[in-house]
């Protein structure tokens, strides 16, 4: 433990003053000895407070949320309740863990006021308004779904009677749930509003068997399911950082076939038995959710019980921190099905490989086998299926999935962008290097400056690019995943790119470095820091074993387009302080490249060749009939003299460009909006994998970074597009505000459909989820259109207002959803407006 030279502040606000050698040495004996208990109990806390007596403690239990998935956290904050005594109207603040039980809570009250726990009754009284009787019982807080900083209410009565606020005395009448002839879920009940089908009544884990009096939120949940007068316009309270939720559930209680499937009778298709599943609790509380949305009238609900339903099976919500709406609606979507999945036995099926069939019996097959583990209301109208196909870089093994979706996120391709200055350098010493001077998307990724790299250098098909930074005269690093940030690359850094053909990638690489001789052959031999220069060149060689003599033909084949002749007769013309001063001839040049390999001289070199180490520090000379002892790099040292530099042109290896140049004036691109389509295009662009996401080639029997490219097969009626505006990379997280271009009306996606089967795709746009602000806090809002008004209304938590359709597109769109137009149904004309009805 390093002792701390300057005063600090103790928790009671004492300053400490800085140490004396003796108090340090008492110090350190203490956590050896006295205090070695709390040190292995990790109670570093203890240790520090026995020595400076500092104080008051504030103690915190680590506790486990969620049911079947368990988070475990420090409690900072305990729940903070209001206690109103309905004696006075006096308000007293009482704090405990969420997971103590109510019987503590009631122990706590009775201490506190000095009476006896048979006198006392305590009520929800959440927005200061009885919801719920609080049995003294082992039931945990949490489970109670009592918020933070909300009223608890505190009654006392006498044995026979009650007392009401102002004093009277009441008689104490058992308060029951409203009697109705239909349960949550729509089926018949008993007297006592209970279901009759005993499936409904106790879920394993559930509180639904509770002493708990349910009349929350003023709402008969056993009532009618008939969508009242102007229903679907009641907003959601925010209980705390929960417009994410508020913001996902409008857009999910407004969407056309979950609204009429939820206020008819889905009680047969609860699934208790699913262990993806939540029991039919989620489907139950969300169920119970939509009614009272969908009820006549525009009182703003509090999804109170929802939340504890979500906090029991999603811990990751639970709390009171901003979440992200789009992850919060795919654990419903996904929750919801697994509720609701008509499938109570999963059969085994095994996968398949496409092996040449066509795409039409794989796609067909494929979706039999999901449809037979998987049945919902939500896989018949939200999923749909895409065409998957991997190519093995290697082997060229072609692989092809039909996968399910619910959703498809979009990359947003960034029209701010940067100029980057990259020298590419022939791994087959065909050609002389060349810098290029490309356009990249700002906060694009390194698979945008290969794509601009390799239409600037007419990369053939075949080929491919490894990219590097150089950094005193050596490699740094490899730029080798494809979705590393090209932020980053800083403007004073030096890129290179190397080009190779595909097939020699992954076998030996000879990474060549350059040194001047400054001493004798022997003094290389002692080791220690060369004086280097240059750029390193980088080649691969299929030879196993290696030889000095196949090192000796690599590097000569290599360096052959730096000699004096070859070098003079290919110049760059107008090659001035590292840019190409004529891009048009250069990149013409360029583009004339074939794989020239067998036309590369083999003379000998008059180079002498050391074999050296990573950090370059340890150096073997090169004899030509040695065998090479090497890992999967190769690394030589060519030392270079007065005479080699007569016979070989070494400034092309040398005054690499910067990234960009400062003062180099770059054109700006003017800030526009892009289209849904080019999202769209970008999602569908085959791309390489990454490192951490390689695919196994049943061919090679490897691990192969392969190339992946997406279609889309068929699309589900309800279609829902996430817009990927939040980036998060190691150096940073950025949220992208670009405007997106979205279609309200006739959204036709047939082109990018590549299964013809009939099928309408165009679509109609009906809800949104926005984000409005930056990353770790902002506000979430959503729109959302009355289908049978033809009208949109803004839900911002409470607040429900109309608003014009004009008006709904903005920077802040976040998930889109669209609902298929049918065939036969008249498509809405572009420019009609569903905000011309008059304000209710």
Same mark, same amino acid.
């Given at each position: 433990?390093?002792?701390?030279?300057?005063?600090?502040?103790?928790?009671?606000?004492?300053?400490?003053?800085?140490?004396?050698?003796?108090?340090?040495?008492?110090?350190?004996?203490?956590?050896?000895?006295?205090?070695?208990?709390?040190?292995?109990?990790?109670?570093?806390?203890?240790?520090?407070?026995?020595?400076?007596?500092?104080?008051?403690?504030?103690?915190?239990?680590?506790?486990?949320?969620?049911?079947?998935?368990?988070?475990?956290?420090?409690?900072?904050?305990?729940?903070?309740?209001?206690?109103?005594?309905?004696?006075?109207?006096?308000?007293?603040?009482?704090?405990?863990?969420?997971?103590?039980?109510?019987?503590?809570?009631?122990?706590?009250?009775?201490?506190?006021?000095?009476?006896?726990?048979?006198?006392?009754?305590?009520?929800?009284?959440?927005n200061k308004r009885k919801n719920l009787l609080l049995a003294a019982s082992q039931h945990c807080l949490e489970d109670s779904n009592l918020q933070m900083d909300q009223h608890i209410l505190l009654e006392v009565d006498s044995p026979l009677?009650?007392?009401?606020?102002?004093?009277?005395?009441?008689?104490?009448?058992?308060?029951?749930?409203?009697?109705?002839?239909?349960?949550?879920?729509?089926?018949?009940?008993?007297?006592?509003?209970?279901?009759?089908?005993?499936?409904?009544?106790?879920?394993?884990?559930?509180?639904?068997?509770?002493?708990?009096?349910?009349?929350?939120?003023?709402?008969?949940?056993?009532?009618?399911?008939?969508?009242?007068?102007?229903?679907?316009?009641?907003?959601?309270?925010?209980?705390?950082?929960?417009?994410?939720?508020?913001?996902?559930?409008?857009?999910?209680?407004?969407?056309?076939?979950?609204?009429?499937?939820?206020?008819?009778?889905?009680?047969?298709?609860?699934?208790?038995?699913?262990?993806?599943?939540?029991?039919?609790?989620?489907?139950?509380?969300?169920?119970?959710?939509?009614?009272?949305?969908?009820?006549?009238?525009?009182?703003?609900?509090?999804?109170?019980?929802?939340?504890?339903?979500?906090?029991?099976?999603?811990?990751?919500?639970?709390?009171?921190?901003?979440?992200?709406?789009?992850?919060?609606?795919?654990?419903?979507?996904?929750?919801?099905?697994?509720?609701?999945?008509?499938?109570?036995?999963?059969?085994?099926?095994?996968?398949?490989?496409?092996?040449?069939?066509?795409?039409?019996?794989?796609?067909?097959?494929?979706?039999?086998?999901?449809?037979?583990?998987?049945?919902?209301?939500?896989?018949?109208?939200?999923?749909?299926?895409?065409?998957?196909?991997?190519?093995?870089?290697?082997?060229?093994?072609?692989?092809?999935?039909?996968?399910?979706?619910?959703?498809?996120?979009?990359?947003?391709?960034?029209?701010?962008?940067?100029?980057?200055?990259?020298?590419?350098?022939?791994?087959?010493?065909?050609?002389?290097?060349?810098?290029?001077?490309?356009?990249?998307?700002?906060?694009?990724?390194?698979?945008?400056?290969?794509?601009?790299?390799?239409?600037?250098?007419?990369?053939?098909?075949?080929?491919?690019?490894?990219?590097?930074?150089?950094?005193?005269?050596?490699?740094?690093?490899?730029?080798?995943?494809?979705?590393?940030?090209?932020?980053?690359?800083?403007?004073?850094?030096?890129?290179?790119?190397?080009?190779?053909?595909?097939?020699?990638?992954?076998?030996?690489?000879?990474?060549?470095?350059?040194?001047?001789?400054?001493?004798?052959?022997?003094?290389?031999?002692?080791?220690?820091?060369?004086?280097?220069?240059?750029?390193?060149?980088?080649?691969?060689?299929?030879?196993?074993?290696?030889?000095?003599?196949?090192?000796?033909?690599?590097?000569?084949?290599?360096?052959?387009?730096?000699?004096?002749?070859?070098?003079?007769?290919?110049?760059?013309?107008?090659?001035?302080?590292?840019?190409?001063?004529?891009?048009?001839?250069?990149?013409?040049?360029?583009?004339?490249?074939?794989?020239?390999?067998?036309?590369?001289?083999?003379?000998?070199?008059?180079?002498?060749?050391?074999?050296?180490?990573?950090?370059?520090?340890?150096?073997?000379?090169?004899?030509?009939?040695?065998?090479?002892?090497?890992?999967?790099?190769?690394?030589?040292?060519?030392?270079?003299?007065?005479?080699? =530099?007569?016979?070989? +042109?070494?400034?092309? #290896?040398? &005054?690499?460009?910067?990234? @960009?140049?400062?003062? !180099? %004036?770059?054109?700006?691109?003017?800030?526009?909006?892009?289209?849904?389509?080019?999202?769209?295009?970008?999602?569908?662009?085959?791309?390489?994998?990454?490192?951490?996401?390689?695919?196994?080639?049943?061919?090679?029997?490897?691990?192969?970074?392969? =190339?992946?490219?997406? +279609?889309?097969?068929? #699309?589900? &009626?309800?279609?829902?597009? @996430?817009?990927?505006? !939040? %980036?998060?990379?190691?150096?940073?997280?950025?949220?992208?505000?670009?405007?997106?271009?979205?279609?309200?009306?006739?959204?036709?996606?047939?082109?990018y459909v590549k299964n013809k089967d009939g099928q309408s795709y165009v679509y109609e746009l009906y809800a949104i989820s926005n984000h409005y602000g930056g990353l770790g806090g902002g506000h979430y809002t959503a729109y959302a259109k009355?289908?049978?008004?033809?009208?949109?209304?803004?839900?911002?938590?409470?607040?429900?207002?109309?608003?014009?359709?004009?008006e709904i597109k903005t920077s802040a769109a976040y998930v889109l959803f669209y609902q298929r137009v049918k065939r036969g149904e008249p498509k809405m004309q572009v420019g009609e407006t569903s905000g011309s009805h008059s304000d209710s």
């Amino acid at each position: 433990m390093t002792i701390p030279d300057s005063g600090f502040m103790m928790d009671n606000g004492a300053s400490c003053l800085p140490c004396t050698p003796e108090e340090e040495k008492q110090i350190v004996k203490d956590l050896t000895t006295q205090s070695e208990m709390h040190l292995k109990e990790g109670n570093l806390y203890y240790v520090i407070s026995n020595r400076y007596k500092g104080g008051p403690a504030i103690p915190r239990k680590l506790i486990s949320q969620g049911v079947y998935v368990k988070n475990y956290c420090v409690e900072v904050y305990l729940l903070c309740l209001k206690l109103i005594d309905s004696r006075d109207e006096s308000e007293t603040t009482i704090r405990l863990s969420k997971k103590a039980s109510i019987r503590e809570l009631y122990e706590k009250v009775c201490t506190l006021k000095g009476i006896q726990q048979e006198k006392v009754h305590l009520w929800d009284y959440f927005n200061k308004r009885k919801n719920l009787l609080l049995a003294a019982s082992q039931h945990c807080l949490e489970d109670s779904n009592l918020q933070m900083d909300q009223h608890i209410l505190l009654e006392v009565d006498s044995p026979l009677f009650g007392t009401d606020s102002t004093g009277n005395e009441l008689a104490l009448v058992p308060l029951e749930p409203a009697r109705s002839s239909l349960s949550i879920a729509g089926g018949p009940s008993m007297s006592n509003g209970h279901s009759t089908s005993s499936k409904f009544n106790v879920y394993r884990g559930s509180t639904a068997g509770s002493t708990f009096i349910d009349v929350d939120e003023g709402y008969n949940a056993y009532g009618s399911t008939r969508k009242g007068d102007r229903g679907g316009l009641a907003g959601l309270q925010n209980l705390g950082n929960t417009c994410f939720m508020n913001s996902a559930l409008q857009c999910l209680v407004h969407t056309p076939p979950i609204v009429e499937y939820f206020l008819q009778d889905y009680s047969d298709e609860i699934n208790t038995d699913n262990p993806l599943g939540m029991h039919g609790e989620l489907a139950l509380a969300f169920g119970e959710l939509l009614r009272k949305l969908w009820s006549s009238g525009r009182t703003a609900i509090a999804p109170r019980v929802f939340k504890g339903k979500l906090a029991r099976f999603a811990p990751q919500f639970s709390g009171y921190n901003q979440h992200d709406s789009q992850e919060l609606l795919a654990f419903l979507l996904d929750g919801l099905h697994e509720d609701l999945n008509r499938v109570k036995q999963k059969p085994y099926i095994e996968t398949k490989d496409s092996d040449g069939r066509p795409d039409e019996e794989v796609a067909d097959e494929c979706w039999k086998n999901h449809k037979a583990r998987n049945d919902s209301l939500i896989v018949d109208v939200c999923q749909g299926q895409y065409k998957s196909t991997l190519v093995c870089p290697v082997c060229d093994k072609i692989s092809i999935t039909f996968d399910p979706f619910m959703y498809l996120s979009l990359p947003l391709p960034s029209m701010v962008t940067r100029s980057m200055t990259v020298t590419v350098f022939y791994g087959d010493g065909s050609h002389l290097p060349m810098p290029y001077t490309v356009t990249v998307p700002k906060h694009g990724l390194c698979k945008d400056l290969i794509l601009a790299l390799g239409t600037a250098c007419c990369l053939n098909s075949d080929e491919t690019l490894l990219l590097a930074e150089i950094y005193d005269h050596r490699i740094y690093r490899y730029l080798e995943n494809p979705v590393e940030p090209l932020n980053s690359i800083k403007d004073d850094e030096h890129i290179v790119a190397y080009r190779f053909h595909r097939k020699v990638v992954g076998k030996v690489k000879v990474e060549i470095y350059h040194g001047w001789q400054e001493k004798s052959a022997s003094d290389y031999l002692k080791g220690g820091d060369k004086k280097l220069f240059g750029t390193p060149l980088v080649t691969y060689t299929s030879e196993n074993p290696l030889s000095g003599a196949d090192i000796d033909t690599t590097v000569s084949r290599i360096l052959s387009p730096l000699t004096r002749t070859y070098s003079s007769a290919n110049a760059h013309r107008g090659k001035e302080n590292g840019f190409v001063s004529d891009p048009i001839d250069e990149q013409l040049n360029s583009c004339s490249f074939v794989n020239s390999e067998e036309n590369t001289s083999s003379q000998e070199l008059s180079f002498q060749l050391f074999l050296t180490d990573e950090k370059l520090l340890n150096y073997k000379q090169i004899e030509k009939d040695s065998l090479i002892k090497h890992g999967q790099v190769c690394r030589v040292l060519v030392e270079w003299t007065d005479k080699e =530099n007569e016979l070989y +042109d070494g400034s092309y #290896l040398k &005054d690499l460009p910067e990234v @960009h140049k400062a003062g !180099f %004036t770059v054109k700006k691109t003017r800030q526009e909006a892009i289209s849904l389509f080019s999202c769209l295009e970008a999602f569908l662009m085959e791309e390489p994998l990454g490192p951490d996401d390689m695919w196994y080639c049943p061919s090679c029997k490897k691990h192969r970074q392969a =190339n992946k490219k997406l +279609d889309l097969w068929m #699309l589900p &009626d309800i279609l829902v597009f @996430h817009l990927k505006r !939040f %980036t998060y990379s190691r150096y940073l997280k950025n949220k992208i505000d670009t405007f997106v271009n979205f279609p309200i009306h006739n959204l036709d996606l047939s082109k990018y459909v590549k299964n013809k089967d009939g099928q309408s795709y165009v679509y109609e746009l009906y809800a949104i989820s926005n984000h409005y602000g930056g990353l770790g806090g902002g506000h979430y809002t959503a729109y959302a259109k009355l289908i049978d008004e033809n009208r949109w209304y803004h839900f911002d938590d409470s607040h429900v207002s109309p608003i014009n359709e004009t008006e709904i597109k903005t920077s802040a769109a976040y998930v889109l959803f669209y609902q298929r137009v049918k065939r036969g149904e008249p498509k809405m004309q572009v420019g009609e407006t569903s905000g011309s009805h008059s304000d209710s």
